[in-house]
């Protein structure tokens, strides 16, 4: 390397020399002359040529750059540092449960029970789906010290339609049910005045037996844009094994109109039951009971919202027509609901004031209380008044809690009350005591209200609510409206495959009062004992399509009255499984 770079050196020196040689040689060659000058020398300035800030470089004559070879020579160096190995850290990723249209369920248990469900669904293009529902749960009975037949029968199958558009949503469904039950519940002192073999006689003679039928049509539909934001709307055709026959039809729209940058929003109402019973309790009467009641309504509200707070102002108007008794009466009640966050989402404050006129219909009795007798009078209630205010927010991120007082004036509320009864053998199968009536009066109602929810994790779930009454009445009592209401619920997954949850719930004292004509003609009202029922349940997912479950109900084993004279099941054990599915 050093070679080169005095060849290098001497070659330029060379080159140099030879530049000065040429130099000298042109310099000689210079003769004299004789210049004239003509006019003055006067100098100009010329412009200065100004250099550019970034000026443009010609590279092209460059020579090129010599490429260098280099080595390194190692030297080992004695060191004693050991690098740790790193380890990527673990990011817990839980794996997407998959999803399926379609389930059937499937459950056995004592007393005979059957409990089973199908689901399906089926997208039939982008925006529009068919869908259907198959419920059965039946019992053959069983209850002990019982003397009739006390098995049950559910079953219903709903069909329906939908289509999800941009604009607009609609769906409409029909179904149909079918339920039969009995008249179990005769008095415990019945036939006491009866010799025992006229006694024995007299309950072998009785039916017990009884059915519901139920047809339904209904649709709603949900707009994004224009006035109208959805329509609900619904007819049902609800009869009984007795002749009995009922309809009902109701349409709720709901628009908004802006006016003075206000949104007010609004509820019409058009709710409309008639019906027939083919008789009357009283057998000295033996015209047939008859109804029919319509609602027109009008609930105009708009919300503010400033900062904190909340505001609804509204108010309900209400017409209620009753065509068989001529009893046509106008309503207004108030719409009002506030809140106020106090600490943010934390601690929130509510209150307000409500009421409405609600239609009452022999199908909605018979889902609170299947054992009615097919006798009863209608009439709407009157909801005057709802006001209640209460506290709710966190006391963590993972738990919520809710605290209300309220008090309730209602004008003809709907109470379930025992029929008084005789022992003719004549009499109808409901007709021994083992049926109820409705009876109506205006009920005041004191009631607080607490709850409790909390997530303790992932996996742990837990809840506890209690309700607590206190009733004032024009009549005698508050039938079969309990004091208290407590339940609670906890809910665990174990693992990936097993989950378990526990549900336990307290109900108060009620009032009930029933009389035999035979050896009295007034009652004594009496007293229900309070009840406590626990439940449990246990599953087992083998896979993400196939769950087996336990399904333990009563499980102290209580023979207790939810209605009196109705003793329900005792220790009740389920078992069976799930299992889901695409097409």
């Known amino acids: 390397m050093k070679i080169k770079s005095q060849n290098k050196i001497i070659i330029l020196l060379l080159l140099f020399l030879?530049?000065?040689?040429?130099?000298?040689?042109?310099?000689?060659?210079i003769g004299t002359e004789t210049v004239n000058v003509v006019k003055p020398y006067s100098p100009t300035i010329s412009d200065a040529f100004k250099v550019k800030e970034t000026p443009s470089l010609d590279d092209s004559g460059n020579?090129?750059?010599e490429t260098i070879k280099y080595s390194i020579l190692s030297v080992p160096v004695a060191s004693t540092f050991t690098p740790s190995k790193g380890n990527a850290a673990g990011v817990e990723k839980s794996k997407k449960e998959r999803l399926f249209n379609n389930y059937a369920t499937l459950g056995v248990g004592n007393y005979g029970?059957?409990?089973a469900e199908l689901f399906v669904t089926q997208d039939l293009g982008?925006?529009?789906?068919v869908a259907g529902m198959l419920r059965h749960h039946s019992s053959q009975g069983g209850i002990k010290d019982v003397n009739l037949n006390d098995e049950f029968y559910d079953t219903a199958l709903n069909v329906g339609y939908g289509v999800n558009n941009r604009d607009m949503s609609w769906a409409v469904d029909l179904g149909y049910q079918n339920q039969v039950y009995n008249w179990y519940g005769l008095p415990t002192d019945f036939g006491m005045t009866l010799p025992p073999e006229t006694q024995e006689d007299l309950i072998r003679g009785i039916n017990p037996n009884h059915s519901y039928n139920t047809i339904s049509l209904g649709g709603n539909i949900e707009f994004n844009e224009g006035i109208f934001s959805k329509i609900?709307?619904?007819?049902?055709?609800?009869?009984?094994?007795?002749?009995s026959s009922e309809n009902r039809f109701y349409v709720k729209p709901t628009f908004k109109v802006d006016v003075m940058d206000q949104s007010i929003n609004t509820n019409i109402i058009i709710d409309?039951?008639?019906?027939?019973?083919e008789n009357n309790y009283d057998r000295t009467n033996l015209e047939p009971v008859k109804y029919s009641l319509t609602n027109f309504g009008i609930e105009p509200s708009f919300v503010v919202h400033e900062n904190d707070w909340t505001l609804e102002l509204g108010a309900g108007l209400y017409y209620g027509l009753d065509s068989e008794n001529s009893g046509n009466k106008f309503y207004i009640y108030p719409k009002v609901n506030a809140s106020y966050k106090l600490v943010g989402d934390l601690m929130i404050f509510y209150t307000g004031v409500n009421g409405s006129?609600?239609?009452?219909?022999?199908?909605?009795?018979?889902?609170?209380?299947?054992?009615?007798s097919p006798t009863l009078n209608m009439?709407?209630?009157s909801n005057q008044y709802n006001v209640f205010a209460g506290l709710k927010g966190k006391l963590a991120n993972n738990i919520n809690y809710n605290l209300s007082g309220s008090y309730l004036n209602e004008k003809d509320k709907a109470l379930f009350k025992s029929n008084d009864y005789t022992e003719n053998f004549d009499n109808q199968n409901y007709a021994f005591g083992n049926s109820f009536g409705v009876v109506y009066d205006d009920v005041r109602t004191l009631r607080f209200y607490a709850e409790l929810k909390a997530d303790f994790s992932k996996n742990v779930t837990f809840g506890i609510n209690g309700t607590f009454n206190s009733y004032k009445t024009d009549g005698l009592e508050a039938w079969n409206l309990p004091s208290m209401k407590l339940s609670s619920n906890l809910d665990v997954t174990i693992t990936k495959q097993w989950y378990a949850g526990l549900n336990v719930f307290f109900v108060g004292e009620r009032k009930d009062m029933q009389t035999n004509l035979d050896v009295a003609t007034l009652g004594v009202p009496v007293t229900l004992k309070s009840y406590f029922d626990a439940n449990a349940h246990l599953g087992y997912k083998y896979n993400e399509r196939l769950t087996f479950f336990l399904k333990l109900n009563n499980i102290g084993n209580q023979a207790y009255e939810r209605w009196l004279n109705y003793p329900v099941q005792g220790f009740q054990v389920l078992v069976g499984g799930n299992y889901k599915f695409d097409f």
Do not use: C, I, M
């Open 272 to 277: 409309h039951v008639s019906g027939s019973f």
């Open 379 to 381: 009439r709407p209630t």
């Open 63 to 65: 020579q090129p750059k």
């Open 126 to 129: 982008n925006n529009d789906y």
């Open 232 to 243: 609900d709307t619904r007819f049902t055709h609800f009869s009984d094994s007795f002749s």
């Open 18 to 29: 030879v530049q000065l040689s040429f130099a000298q040689k042109k310099n000689e060659s």
């Open 113 to 115: 029970t059957l409990n």
């Open 357 to 372: 006129l609600n239609q009452n219909s022999y199908a909605d009795f018979v889902t609170q209380n299947p054992f009615l």
